[in-house]
């Protein structure tokens, strides 16, 4: 099997870990209020369970960057992760008490942590021209997850019987059932993921080691002396350069920057740049917003339209097809349209979409008809402008940023997610009375990074050195 093959299945491995993650979140989000209940947890135990999977993940995300950005490897990674999945999954399907599942949930997140590596592993492993498209892909596996888990419901929640001295009932049977899953994907992670190599600009897969027959200076580009310093363009993308505070390139001893990615690296240089921040700050808000709205739709619908959980589920089912849709509308709009423009359309979209909610959702008026129509046209509108902003920022952060400590990086933007996943719920749950205050905040918050993109957008581009090098090498 060639290395393209291997990279093809990797891929597939990886979609696959995303759509597990989306079907995780779908068959226990439903049942896990109910189960709460049973075992006798205040109210409030509902946001800290919710709360716990996205902290956990938060925290544990930068560390398992760290780690594959030092190690070169992620598979390991993986299979290590997804052990607190299978342990995480199996402590809430024994659920003995309230405790006890909030503890699963926190252990369960530290798995989700291995995001980061795999998002590292991504970047390292696709060309920049096609990178937008395969995260557009990916993403689009998670919302394929979330549309595909209530199916799993259904034969669920007819569970009713003893394993063991486990009762298997609607509320643990998720448990037992996701922790099989996560199992089952240890096999498929053993057998189909690899740890490929880097891949060049042409499309080919670039070896560290050199034979002797080659051109001089390709090697040089590639190893690099001890006493000579060498521009690391895109000949091996783990001593790709990175660029300082005003985007200039930094030389690197090739052969020491290999064994130790963080020899020269800082924190505070490579992460408070203007356009880091940017592209930070997007991340934040589009999750923040997002997680929101998810918390403020069921008990608007449920008060102005009598929505019950047929009519929700229909309704997030229409929702997961829609963002499906646009995640691969900007697969194919990404190859034709540079990163920072899907940006700028993305957040135009979502400010119009949040001034429509404004003005038509927060005092509703005209009947039934006119007001179910217009809950229809905000909800679209801010589904539309999801996977322009999310699959741009994801993508242009992994040309902004060094390749070679892209896991801590991107462990970095993740753990950024995971605080508005944390708050959002947050801000909408005590809000949803107060739907001008609520939307209002929204506004600022779009308002506020659209104008950052603005201003910053002739920096909202992969360095210019790279590109000319990309070029070079795609023309030599």
């Known amino acids: ?14 979609g696959l870990i995303f759509m597990l993650s989306g079907i995780e979140y779908a068959v226990i989000l439903p049942t896990i209020w109910r189960y709460l209940q049973i075992l006798e947890a205040p109210p409030y135990f509902l946001g800290l369970g919710l709360s716990a999977f996205s902290l956990s993940g938060l925290l544990t995300g930068p560390l ?45 997140g530290v798995g989700a942590g291995a995001g980061s590596s795999i998002f590292g592993f991504l970047t390292q ?60 994907l240890q096999f498929v992670v053993l057998a189909m993921y690899w740890d490929v190599p880097p891949i060049s600009s042409e499309g080919g897969v670039v070896m560290v080691e050199m034979k002797q027959s080659q051109d001089d200076e390709e090697e040089v580009l590639l190893i690099g002396s001890d006493d000579e310093s060498v521009h690391t363009y895109k000949a091996v993308n783990s001593d790709q350069l990175e660029t300082s505070a005003s985007s200039e390139l930094q030389l690197v001893h090739g052969a020491s920057a290999v064994s130790d990615p ?23 808000i589009t999750l923040f917003n997002q997680t929101a709205l998810e918390t403020m739709v069921t008990p608007l619908t449920q008060r102005h339209f009598s929505f019950g959980e047929l009519g929700n589920s229909l309704m997030y089912s229409l929702c997961g097809v829609e963002v499906i849709l646009g995640f691969f509308f ?31 959702l927060c005092n509703p008026r005209g009947g039934y008809g006119w007001e179910l129509s217009a809950f229809i046209i905000g909800v679209f509108l801010q589904l539309l402008g999801l996977p ?35 708050l959002g719920p947050l801000w909408a749950g005590g809000l949803t009375e107060n739907l001008y205050i609520m939307l209002g905040m929204m506004l600022a918050l779009l308002i506020m990074i659209t104008i950052m993109t603005v201003l910053s957008y002739d920096r909202l581009t992969e360095p210019r050195a790279v590109q000319c090098a990309q070029s070079s090498d795609s023309g030599g």
Not at 265 to 275: I, K, P, Y
Not at 389 to 414: C, D, E, H, N, P
Request: proline residues 2%.
């Open 1 to 14: 099997m060639d290395n393209h093959q291997k990279r093809n299945l990797t891929f597939y491995t990886i």
């Open 64 to 108: 398992f960057g760290l780690w594959s950005d030092r190690s070169r490897t992620t598979r390991s990674i993986i299979l290590f992760s997804n052990l607190f999945e299978i342990a995480g999954n199996f402590m809430y399907f024994i659920g003995y008490s309230k405790w006890l599942l909030l503890c699963s949930r926190l252990v369960a």
């Open 125 to 184: 492993s696709t060309r920049p021209e096609e990178r937008a498209g395969v995260f557009a892909a990916i993403m689009a596996c998670r919302q394929a997850g979330l549309l595909v888990g209530p199916a799993f419901n259904l034969f669920l929640r007819l569970c009713d019987f003893k394993l063991g001295p486990f009762v298997v009932n609607k509320y643990t049977s998720p448990g037992i059932f996701m922790c099989l899953l996560w199992v089952l």
């Open 262 to 284: 963080y020899k020269t690296f800082s924190a505070s240089r490579e992460l408070l740049r203007e356009e880091v921040v940017v592209l930070l700050t997007a991340q934040f």
């Open 330 to 360: 900007v697969r194919w709009l990404s190859r034709k349209v540079a990163d920072r423009a899907v940006l700028a359309v993305g957040l135009v979209i979502c400010c119009t979409a949040c001034i429509w909610c404004l003005i038509f």
């Open 388 to 422: 322009f902003v999310a699959v741009s920022q994801v993508s242009l952060f992994s040309k902004i940023t060094a390749a070679k400590t892209q896991g801590f990086s991107q462990g970095v933007r993740r753990s950024v997610g995971g605080l508005a996943t944390i």
